[in-house]
């Protein structure tokens, strides 16, 4: 079991570099009378993301050496992926910085969307390191030693055949092979430990591609006694705003016996999952101003806002506030950081 985490650990590991792509490669050839140059190459060269595709990569060995890769967002020298091997997600932060490529984040069990670019690392791990020759090498934190075994390791997948970068990592009992070809990043994996082989292979790259999630969205009914539930479908292209498309998945009505949580003016200022695990959503002053609602519809809102934010971050505490205060209103006057609870009892699936 314990060989089983570790195997599904690196693959996730592995599945960080999929979005890389070469920007340059070796330089062409020249006239026959004249000195043949040879290109220097960085790690640019294999690792360019590409927005809005999704690399998808076929596994044998174990059930989870098959997985697919999409970047959720872009922003300078950093990069966040989100990797979905069909058992988790796991979103991952990478940063290219003088010659290296660092993995400085890596969360689990991420199902929600969150822009965690510039949120505190908790991970150092050197990922590729230049010089990019034959003999490169460093010492991983755990032990393992990663090098840059060879420059022009043919390798032939259902996506193509190419010539790559093999960088090796070996620890005590087992090597991982990872395989980097021009213009298209990672297309190959391979762990070996004793006789057990798992390799996970690109299979295609699509082009043009949403993430796409299924959100709970709540409301109030008519009758304004419970709260009805509608899943509803969010397409995300990199660098999305995940606030701006719940705003706009609120403001859109289902059909059925329900009533609006947001007026058409109000704006979601800020929206993200605290460290206490808890959801941090802020509103513009039109959420009080256009909420003509007595106090048990108020509650309702409040309440549908709470279990549609609470649900998609998989916690149960959801901070509300206007323009940065804590919520407050003839009938509800929050304190700083008291929370509203998520409550599913009081609601039901419209159909």
Known sequence: MKKLVYLISILLTLALL??????????????????????TLSIQDYCSFKENTNYVY??????????????????????????????TETVKVLELDNGKLTLRLARGESYFRE??????????????????????????????KRSITNIEADITTPSGTYKTLEVTTEGKADKTQDYYAPNIGLVKSVFTSDDFVVTSTLSKLESDVSLNQTVKFY??????????????????????????????????????????????NVKIKSLYLNKDNAVYVDFSKELRGEMIAGSSYEGLILQSITNTLGNYYGVDKVYI???????ASGHYAMNKGEYFSVDLSNSTELK
């Not at 999929?18 to 040879?38: H, I, L, V």
């Not at 174990?62 to 966040?80: C, F, K, P, T």
């Not at 479908?233 to 949580?261: H, I, Q, W």
């Open 18 to 39: 999929n979005g890389c792509a070469n920007k340059g490669g070796t330089a062409p050839s020249k006239p026959d009378d004249k000195p043949q140059e040879t290109k």
């Open 58 to 87: 076929e596994g044998k060995g174990i059930e989870y050496a098959s997985y697919n890769v999409m970047v959720d967002y872009i922003e300078g020298n950093r990069i966040q992926t989100r990797s979905n091997n069909g058992g």
């Open 115 to 144: 822009n965690l670019l510039q949120s505190p690392g908790n991970s150092e791990e050197i990922l590729l390191q230049e010089p990019l020759v034959v003999g490169t090498s460093w010492v991983l934190a755990d032990g393992r």
């Open 219 to 264: 409301y109030p009914n008519n009758n304004v006694d419970k709260l009805y539930f509608v899943s509803k479908k969010l397409s995300f292209k990199t660098n999305d705003l995940t606030k701006a498309s719940f705003e706009r998945a609120f403001k859109e009505l289902p059909k059925g016996d329900v009533v609006p949580v947001l007026g058409p």
């Open 321 to 327: 506030t206007v323009e940065g205060n804590p919520y």
